[in-house]
């Protein structure tokens, strides 16, 4: 099975769902919009012809200059043929919210939870979202790119030499 088949099913089933598709890397990448993501990881999983049976990775991602900063990537992989493929979909920062897919691969209960913990990512129909790692009363999620990198108040270096 080629990327183009597997492109072209997707199209052809999700039409006004599907974002973006990029075959550049090391894997197919389809951008979905998020109103589509479990039904679109549902026809990956249960159509007979694709298959991809097996949820690899699903984490978070924080691009905070792009219009929805938010995102999760599914990497789905598929045993007979040794396929893979990663589904990406993007949310806004105010009301990250998006479907569960604990119903469709039970592996999907503590990556999701993982990614709630760090990004704030709301997975609506999750059977026990709470923190994972973190404590319960912290106030953020330490994985977004909210705060600069470095302590603005210190005057004891010289950036020339840090090639700024």
Known sequence: MDNAFITGKLKTRFTD??????????MLTVVVSKEV???VIFFL?????????????LCGIHYPEQKLPLGVVYHLHRFEGNEKIRIKTFLPLKNPVIPTVTDL???ADWMERETYDFYGIIFEGHPNLKRILNVEYM????????????????HDKDDRFFGR
Do not use: C, V, W
Request: glycine share 4%; hydrophobic share 25%; proline share 4%.
């Open 17 to 26: 769902g599907i974002i973006s598709t990029d075959e550049t890397s090391d």
């Open 37 to 39: 993501i479990h039904d």
């Open 45 to 57: 999983k249960e159509n007979q012809s694709l298959g991809f049976t097996f949820l690899t990775t």
């Open 105 to 107: 691969f039970s592996a």
């Open 139 to 154: 106030d953020y999620f330490p994985m977004r790119k909210e705060y600069p990198l470095e302590d603005q108040t210190r």
